[in-house]
């Protein structure tokens, strides 16, 4: 199969939607795994994805999005948590490899999510470094709760949804290319047991 690539926001988007059924139907192309795209790609890499997703053993995005060596530019943290090293990779895969796309990559049943709803009921949060990763997904249960929210899910889809709104706001570098029309920030939820996304948030693509 011919390399795509997508060169536009739109076009990246459309390239994984299409990867995804691929992935779902079983009918995978395996795109750009052979010894000529190891030789293509030694010298350099264009992206043209910055997938930022949860660490989740289950959410490997290349398999995920049928997609294969260069196109995508991974960036993972349990619970899609962003620090300051998360927004540096992500404007390094935009502003200097010209990745069109950013996307935030959630999924039902989320561990740090549900670990963060149980310690806003006043559970005990873990020990360790793992508590300040659940300590910075609670502001998304909190806002998903004041929403009327009630369940695991639907915390998923609030964290998503400020994940892509922080990465915007917090980074001027993204904001600009974002507002110039070069690059887009969408978040997909991913469902474990089917394979599907579902489109949850957006910055710079149409409905």
């Known amino acids: 199969m011919p390399d795509l690539s997508p060169s536009s926001p739109a076009e990246a988007y459309a390239a994984l939607l299409q ?4 992935f779902v139907s079983g009918d995978r192309l395996h795109p750009n795994q052979d010894a000529d795209r190891r030789s293509e790609l030694a010298p350099r890499q264009h992206p043209f994805a910055v997938l930022f997703g949860c660490s989740d053993s289950r959410l490997a995005a290349e398999i995920i ?11 993972r943290t349990a619970g899609h948590v ?3 090293e998360v927004l540096g990779s ?12 950013v996307v935030v990559l959630g999924h039902d049943s989320c561990g740090a999510v549900t670990a963060a709803a ?8 873990p020990a360790g470094y793992l ?12 806002a998903a709760r004041a929403l009327g929210r009630t369940e695991i899910d639907q915390f998923v889809d609030e964290h998503i949804r400020r994940s892509v709104d922080g990465l915007v706001s917090r980074s001027a570098l993204l904001a600009n290319e974002v507002a110039a029309g070069r690059c887009a920030v969408v978040g997909l939820s991913y469902r474990l047991a089917g394979g599907t996304v579902k489109r949850v948030a957006a910055h710079g693509l149409p409905e």
């Open 19 to 22: 990867g995804n059924a691929r």
């Open 65 to 75: 999005f049928d997609r294969g060596l260069g196109d995508l530019f991974v960036v």
């Open 82 to 84: 962003a620090g300051a």
């Open 90 to 101: 992500v404007e390094y895969g935009v502003n200097v490899l010209g990745a069109p796309l």
């Open 118 to 125: 149980e310690a806003e009921r006043g559970g005990a949060a």
């Open 131 to 142: 508590g300040d990763v659940v300590e910075r997904v609670i502001p998304s249960v909190l």
